[in-house]
């Protein structure tokens, strides 16, 4: 599978903005890398027409666990698919941290994500804290146990380590440090499912273009989750350039 690189807007970006940046990239993207765009949710029909006739495609930034009902401001799974979504990403630090997610949610909403036919990109990571103490590597096995669902597969999941405290600090983890995660992330979730054996793990954290290259060539990291620099096209292109 070719590396994947996923641009995760967040809460950022007016109409005219998504819809100039939307345009921009699908202009200029190489086929190097596949290239999801994850815009607000308010922003993924305009984006969507911005994206037709490329190779990029639509992911949403979260969704429910239900298929539908009485969820005043939460977006199903299905609706994403319907807007032109192919994609959702799930479990990401700032909801498992503003929203309380837990794993079982997450792994409740990676399941509906599957039933709408969507990829799950499921995000894990652990605290400064939680690394300061020694426990990074359990703390992302926790969660990957409890965020992927029977029913995941090479074909419908993604992970993306991103270490919280890396997310939005300008200074990514140490290489050694991705490298290691990375190899831990593969075993733990072979070792979950056969079926996850082999799936593409991404590394989000403050990745940019001076350092996506040295990233993106390290031996089990698969692609990226870019946040701060994915809002700008320039940045967000010559980060897909460098896998
Ligand atoms: P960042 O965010 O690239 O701004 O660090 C990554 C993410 O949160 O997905």
């Given at each position: 599978m070719p590396p994947l690189v996923v641009g995760n807007w967040k809460m950022n970006l007016a109409a005219g903005e998504a819809i100039r940046l939307a345009g921009a990239i699908a202009r200029e993207a190489a086929a190097e890398a596949e290239i999801v765009l994850c815009p607000p949710a308010?922003?993924?029909?305009?984006v969507a027409s911005q994206l037709a006739g490329s190779a990029i495609a639509l992911g949403g930034q979260d969704c429910h666990q239900a298929g539908q009902?009485?969820?005043?401001g939460d977006i199903a799974a299905r609706q994403l698919a319907d807007a032109g979504c192919?994609?959702?990403i799930l479990g990401h630090s700032?909801?498992?941290?503003?929203?309380?997610?837990?794993?079982?949610?997450?792994?409740a909403k990676v399941s509906a994500a599957h039933d709408a036919g969507l990829v799950a990109i499921v995000c894990v990571g652990e605290t400064a804290g939680q690394r300061a103490g020694g426990h990074a590597l359990s703390t992302v096995e926790t969660q990957l146990r409890g965020s992927l669902p029977a029913g995941c597969d090479t074909r419908n999941t993604v992970i993306a380590y991103e270490p919280v405290w890396a997310i939005g600090s300008g200074?990514?983890?140490?290489?050694?440090?991705?490298a290691a995660?990375?190899?831990?992330?593969?075993s733990v979730v072979g070792a979950h499912s056969d079926r996850l054996a082999g799936c593409r793990i991404l590394y989000g954290g403050s990745v940019k273009p001076e350092n996506a290259r040295e990233i993106l060539a390290l031996d089990?990291?698969?692609g990226a989750l870019v946040g701060g620099?994915?809002?700008?096209?320039?940045?967000?292109l010559a980060i897909a350039r460098a896998v």
């Open positions: 308010v922003w993924l029909v305009p009902g009485a969820h005043t192919s994609h959702v700032e909801r498992r941290a503003n929203h309380g997610e837990t794993d079982a949610q997450v792994a200074a990514a983890a140490s290489l050694d440090d991705i995660m990375h190899l831990h992330v593969g089990g990291v698969n620099a994915s809002l700008a096209a320039e940045d967000f």
